[in-house]
């Protein structure tokens, strides 16, 4: 398959997929014309990837997943390995949105000190 095809069958982008190939989490061949050649398999590998990245992994982390990134990773069992990773990436994200809530709580209460509680939406 040249890229367009996992491509489309994935709704990744073709720069997505060329970016997977440099994070060595996809391969492909060169067609004596130049162009990338994936196998068949690279669809369900490109929708892993795609799957662990919608749930807040990073690439970093799905290298983990790389031994059953061929199969159903949804579906299969965790190992001690992936929960470890995703239990790290949840502690990351925790303290990002409690800096950031705390970010937010300061500008309020400044907002609030110096408008007399007179805040108004930005539109």
Do not use: W
Not at 50 to 71: E, I, K, M
Not at 82 to 97: T, Y
């Amino acid at each position: 398959m040249r890229i367009g095809e996992p491509a489309g069958a994935t709704g990744a982008t073709t720069r997505a997929l060329r970016h997977y190939g440099q994070a060595g989490l996809i391969s492909s061949e060169r067609a004596a014309n130049g162009y990338r050649v994936y196998e068949e398999r690279t669809v369900v590998r490109v929708r892993n990837i795609r799957y662990l990245l919608a749930a807040g992994l990073t690439l970093d982390d799905v290298r983990v997943f790389l031994p059953c990134l061929d199969g159903d990773v949804a579906a299969a069992p965790p190992s001690a390995k992936g929960l470890r990773v995703a239990r790290e990436r949840l502690a990351v994200l925790d303290a990002r949105i409690a800096a950031q809530t705390e970010a937010r709580d300061r500008l309020a209460a400044a907002l609030r000190e110096r408008t007399g509680d007179r805040i108004r939406p930005v539109a």
